[in-house]
């Protein structure tokens, strides 16, 4: 579970430990929400939605005496002259309430759990970043993450084949390291999508970051090349490409558009030489889609600016989780995990800050 973590696995690994995937399932249940496993190892609530979870967890907080100021922002704090040091609560925040009026909070701890960028209609627009700056606590970049990509289609492909899925391919991004992804990947009008793309984003990020991107599509990663050259062998003298492909691998004809497509319109009759293609589509991706078209975001705040509890160094009493954090997950239960996990340990620190039992 925390390989899926990469290069941030170490430093989830402890969070998980903390409040795990059956931990979560437990609190799901105890908000009288149970789970269920899927036939894809996917956990899902029993009501396949999450609306009686959300309302629950409502319900639980209001019953502890818990307030929620709704349509309230944070804008910083109220005296950004002092030195901040690990011994020096931080000062006051900034509220503005739903009536435009802006007052002075204090508070003996606070926990910050503001997202990424990826949802700025929703709140979660990363406007954090440089009041953190200011503080001088390093954030990575925040960059959209489980996104999908551009590339330059041909009009009529776009026209023709978007919202067409490419069912069971695998894909990597040429010259760099890590396992293809493999799953369902949607073709839209401007590039393509899914969850072998979003797992594939820090990759394709890097790429990008050098100079080229190029994706390879495996439209049959069930076969090796030399099986599909044999099948490909037995072509029927009067079949067009289309039929060859359809009839001998099975190729829908989107696959077999895509094919064209990465070939500059000329697809080989050798059968080897269209076995490997079939095997690496290279797709050659221009950019990401914007950040507020991403599922959620990589970077935010260094890990080397909190400690174990995830309190900042540089603000007493000051906790940060969630997609604040500088971690990336695949879309799902990776990302939602990895939240509540750094939630719980931001928490139980808040706890001991205040001299709790924690």
Sequence with gaps: FVTRYG?????IAPMLAVFGPEDLREWCADLGEPTFVGSSGRVFPQAFRATPLFRAWLARLEELGVRIERRTSWSGWAD???????????????????????????????????????????GADGSWVSLFAERGVEVTPLRAANVGVRVDWSEVFAVRFAGTPLKNVSLAVRGWPGEPRRGDAMLTKT?????????????????????????????????GVDQLTDRLQHRRPKDS???????????????????????????????????????AVP???????????????????AWSEVDEHLMLHRLAGTFVAGEMLDWEAPTGGYLLQASFSTGAVAARGALAWLGADA
């Design 191 to 223: 590039g393509i999508e899914g969850g072998p793309v979003y797992a594939s984003g820090a990759a394709i990020r890097e790429a990008l970051d050098a100079g080229e991107c190029v994706l390879e599509v495996d439209l049959r990663p069930d076969l």
């Design 283 to 301: 797709l050659a991706v221009t950019g990401t889609m914007p950040i507020d078209r991403a599922i959620s975001t990589a970077g935010g705040i």
């Design 80 to 122: 950004t002259s002092g030195a901040i040091d690990a011994h020096t609560p931080a000062d006051a925040l900034l509220i503005t309430d739903a009536g435009g009026q802006t007052s002075e909070v204090t508070a003996d701890v606070v926990v910050f759990a503001l997202g990424g960028a990826s949802w700025p209609h929703l």
């Design 241 to 279: 490409a289309s039929n060859w492909l359809r009839r001998s691998i099975g190729l829908d004809p989107a696959a077999t558009s895509l094919l064209r497509e990465a070939s500059g319109g000329a697809l080989p009759s050798d059968a080897d030489a269209m076995a490997r293609l079939v095997k």
């Design 7 to 11: 290069t941030s696995a170490e430093r």
